[in-house]
């Protein structure tokens, strides 16, 4: 039930109005002027208004303004018997839902009032996520709640304040890089530098100048000595992304920087001591690297200290809202538009898609929406073919009342082929049935398909 506000100094249209409504289940209150209006609001948590445009003591977008400070959440509705169309504007402009004219229809009013009200239903729900975005602690750019997460989170804050090296695993895009941020400033050696390195994004000739530095004239090009990541990390830590690209020569190297906090500079001669924590992270089995021979044995253990594997988001579904909520908040505010909001259909097709890119491709989405979306609420619409074809209402199939059995089949078959691209194996999967009964429904449904070939003996 939610609380409605009906403004009007005409007592009969006030009346008319309570009446109406009151029947859809509603609190409904009442207030002849601004002022008695404002009193109203402070004693309940007014939800929806209703607000003539002309009152006594105020204009009704006036009023409109003094709700919104002392109920944020709310929505109204402004209502005139006389408004032109720039005052229609003009009050939808300043962030009215709607405006109606006095000769409305009440089963017209009510499903504006029912809509409205679903709208402001949204508004509160994306301020609650908004409120659990404000009070994610000392790894704030963690974002989520559920339990893959919280997994996570709990072996970070064990590990921060240790030295051990640490080794992150997880699929592109799920957030390796924030991980290593979180554990380096919630430990020790936050005051010093965390130095960074993909080395997946270096030639070979060029990362171990990266990473250890090198003297002048070592190499041509180097006209001057330059000192590598491990010596402006000193103190600090270091994060190695993408470890599983090193190459060989420089896995030698590194393994005895972990040894022996040791290194030369390329070409240079003096020994160089460090105080590094080394976090590495990968997205392939390392462990498969070693057995083939691409990664050294010795050198995995070294950064197998600590392992800390990180789900990928379809894994952890209850996170999906907050982490779109950010992102588009972000985007907002990068693009210096209003804040925004998601519709509950947007939501579930988000949360029911299977992002294979993580966070990454979620943080992308949300972008684009954020630029082709017109209004303040991301509809569905808004969002990518290949999301929108995972809304939970394209898994459903409606089935008239007294259809035969056969005609359920045959439905049933037609829409979870179209569900899946026209997948038969798949198809025939999820309907529980196997691949040769597939092809002979669809053949005695008159569907053309192409056999599959026989399997060799």
């Known amino acids: 039930m939610s609380v409605i506000l009906v403004v009007d100094d005409d007592a009969p249209t006030r009346e008319a109005l309570e009446s109406g409504l009151k029947k859809m289940g509603h609190e409904l209150h009442t207030a002849g002027t601004g002022v008695a209006a404002l009193d109203e609001v402070r004693r309940h948590a007014v939800d929806l208004a209703i607000i003539d445009l002309k009152l006594p003591d105020m204009e009704g977008t006036e009023l409109f303004g003094a709700l919104r400070i002392l109920r944020p959440e709310a929505i109204a509705i402004m209502i005139s018997g006389h408004a032109t169309v720039d005052e229609a504007v003009s009050a939808l402009k300043r962030g009215i839902y709607d405006f109606i004219t006095k000769d409305f229809r009440m089963h017209e009013l009510r499903k504006v009032v029912t809509k409205a009200l679903e709208t ?10 908004r409120e659990a975005l404000q009070d994610r602690g000392p790894t704030g750019r963690l974002i989520g709640r559920g339990a893959a997460l919280l997994k996570v989170l709990h072996l970070v804050n064990l590990v921060a304040p240790m030295k051990s090296t640490v080794l992150l695993s997880g699929e592109s895009g799920v957030g390796k890089e924030l991980v ?129 594997p990180l789900p990928p988001l379809r894994e952890r579904k209850e996170d999906i809202s907050l982490l779109a909520l950010h992102f588009l908040d972000k985007f907002c505010m990068e693009n210096n538009r209003l ?75 037609i829409q979870t082929l179209k569900k899946t691209g026209g997948d038969k194996e798949l198809t025939a999967r999820l309907l529980g049935i196997g691949l040769a009964t597939l092809y002979r429904r669809l053949k005695e449904m008159q569907v053309e398909v192409k056999e599959p070939e026989p399997e060799e003996t």
């Not at 402001?120 to 996520?129: A, G, H, I, T």
């Not at 972990?258 to 001591?273: D, S």
Request: glycine fraction near 8%; aromatic fraction near 6%.
């Open 339 to 413: 804040a925004m909001g998601f519709t509950q259909e947007a939501l579930a097709a988000l949360k029911n898609y299977s992002w294979p890119g993580n966070v990454r491709e979620l943080q992308n989405v949300v972008e684009r929406a954020v630029a082709l979306c017109e209004g303040n609420m991301v509809q569905l619409e808004d969002l990518p073919d290949e999301i929108r074809r995972h809304s939970p209402e394209d898994d459903k199939i409606i089935i008239p009342v007294g259809s035969s059995l056969e005609e359920i089949e045959h439905l049933a078959i």
């Open 120 to 129: 402001q239903q949204l508004l509160v729900e994306n301020q609650r996520l």
């Open 180 to 308: 290593a941020e979180a554990i380096h400033y919630q430990s020790p050696r936050r005051p010093k530098p965390l130095v960074k390195l993909n080395c997946g994004a270096l030639p070979e000739g060029l990362i171990e100048s990266e990473l250890f530095g090198h003297e002048k004239g070592s190499f041509t090009g180097a006209t001057q000595q330059r000192k590598g990541r491990f010596e402006l990390a000193d103190g600090g830590t270091i994060f190695l992304d993408e470890i599983s690209e090193m190459p060989p020569a420089t896995q030698v190297k590194l393994l005895r920087v972990l040894q022996e906090g040791e290194f030369e500079r390329v070409g240079g001669t003096q020994t160089l001591k460090v105080d590094v924590r080394v976090i590495a992270a990968t997205n392939v089995d390392l462990e498969a690297a070693v057995a083939a021979g691409r990664f050294r044995k010795d050198l995995f253990y070294r950064l197998n200290v600590i392992h800390i």
